[in-house]
């Protein structure tokens, strides 16, 4: 199944591609030309959400729905105990179905609207606050003492009985150290 995301961008940029850099060294080969923009990048889809382009770190990513760590020269990792750092931004990768990105390619990453597919922990609430946890790239409500917890991602659905996904929602999600709490 295709992302449903069409930018409104005039270029037309294609969200959940992955894009690959080229790695034959010849100039002929076209097979992968890298970013069509520089990371960093916004683009607004036709539904109003917005996503910034990346280069994917360590690791990689899975699939679709996990989320990102996003640091301030626009790298990305899957989100976990062990990088979420104060005030780094965070995203969820889009990607079509069966797809994973490595170390090296560049994605869309959606950092706010509503947003179909969030990986998260089994039994994750909605409406609660979300912590990274130490499944790279899944949030969760159960965060442990002095737990930095993610500002701006909400699940608007409960997770079921398995880890998987979820829909929510994204408002330019970042790390934070105390609870976002009213």
Known sequence: MAI???????????IGTVYTPQTSGYAQDVSGLGAPVPVGTLATATDGSVFVMVLIGTGGVTGDGYVLNIDEDFG???????????GDKVGVARLPT??????????????????????????????????????AGQVDDAGAAGTLYIRGLTLTAARGGTDGLAPGWLDYPMIETVPNVT
Request: hydrophobic share 45%; with cysteine; aromatic share 10%.
């Open 76 to 86: 990305a990792i899957m989100l976990a105990q062990a990088n979420d750092l104060y």
């Open 98 to 135: 069966g797809v994973a990105a490595v170390a090296g390619d560049y994605l869309w990453a959606q950092v706010y609207g509503t947003c179909d597919s969030i990986r998260c922990e089994q039994d994750a609430l909605a409406n609660a606050r979300l912590a990274a946890t130490t499944d």
């Open 4 to 14: 449903p995301y069409s930018t409104s961008n005039a270029a037309g940029f294609a």
